[in-house]
């Protein structure tokens, strides 16, 4: 609220010291319409910036909350679903950007649109066209593409099911 009342104060500020030194002509006129989205610009992207930053620290908790009861993680759109259980919290980030912020240790990438959390991994059977379906301890079954199989082949060896 205070930031919006300095933005106003000096958008204010613009506007009179614009008239004052170009008063008549379209010349002025035009350099104040100019300056004048210039600034609603400017303050458009602080506020963009402002939400980014507020979606990436709530992310940040929120992985860090929910990282131990998360089963597995993609993506709808311009958001990540978080599914815990038969729950699920959307956060407003991209795969990527949220998978480089988790324990690669406890998450793994197995398509460009899912993480899924290893400790959650019960079973891995793997399909006639390289791809796998990891079976989870709930929920159902997640297919894993051929992209991430080295990976997928990791968890799956050190599974109890396969020593």
Same mark, same amino acid.
């Given at each position: 609220?205070?930031?919006?009342?300095?933005?106003?104060?000096?958008?204010?500020?613009?506007?009179?010291?614009?008239?004052?030194? !170009?008063? #008549? #002509?379209?010349?002025?006129?035009?350099?104040?319409?100019?300056?004048?989205?210039? *600034?609603?610009?400017?303050?458009?992207?602080? +506020?963009?910036?402002?939400?980014?930053?507020?979606?990436?620290?709530?992310?940040?908790?929120? &992985? !860090?909350?929910?990282?131990?009861?998360?089963?597995?993680?993609?993506?709808?759109?311009?958001?990540?679903?978080?599914?815990?259980?038969?729950?699920?919290?959307?956060?407003?980030?991209?795969? *990527?950007?949220?998978? +480089?912020?988790?324990?690669?240790?406890?998450?793994?990438?197995?398509?460009?649109?899912?993480?899924?959390?290893?400790?959650?991994?019960?079973?891995?059977?793997?399909?006639?066209?390289?791809?796998?379906?990891? !079976?989870?301890?709930? #929920? #159902?079954?997640?297919?894993? *593409?051929?992209?991430? +199989? +080295?990976?997928?082949?990791?968890?799956?060896?050190?599974?109890? &099911?396969?020593?």
């Amino acid at each position: 609220m205070q930031r919006e009342k300095r933005w106003r104060r000096h958008l204010a500020w613009h506007l009179v010291h614009h008239r004052r030194h !170009h008063q #008549g #002509g379209s010349l002025g006129r035009r350099l104040l319409a100019t300056y004048i989205v210039a *600034s609603l610009l400017s303050i458009l992207l602080a +506020a963009v910036f402002l939400e980014t930053a507020f979606n990436w620290h709530r992310s940040l908790s929120l &992985s !860090h909350g929910l990282g131990q009861q998360v089963d597995w993680i993609e993506s709808q759109g311009n958001y990540v679903a978080l599914h815990v259980g038969a729950e699920q919290h959307l956060v407003r980030d991209t795969v *990527s950007r949220f998978a +480089a912020r988790l324990d690669s240790r406890q998450f793994l990438r197995i398509h460009r649109s899912m993480i899924v959390a290893v400790d959650r991994v019960r079973a891995v059977e793997p399909l006639t066209n390289s791809d796998t379906l990891l !079976h989870l301890a709930r #929920g #159902g079954p997640l297919r894993a *593409s051929r992209s991430y +199989a +080295a990976a997928v082949k990791a968890v799956a060896a050190q599974l109890p &099911s396969n020593q």
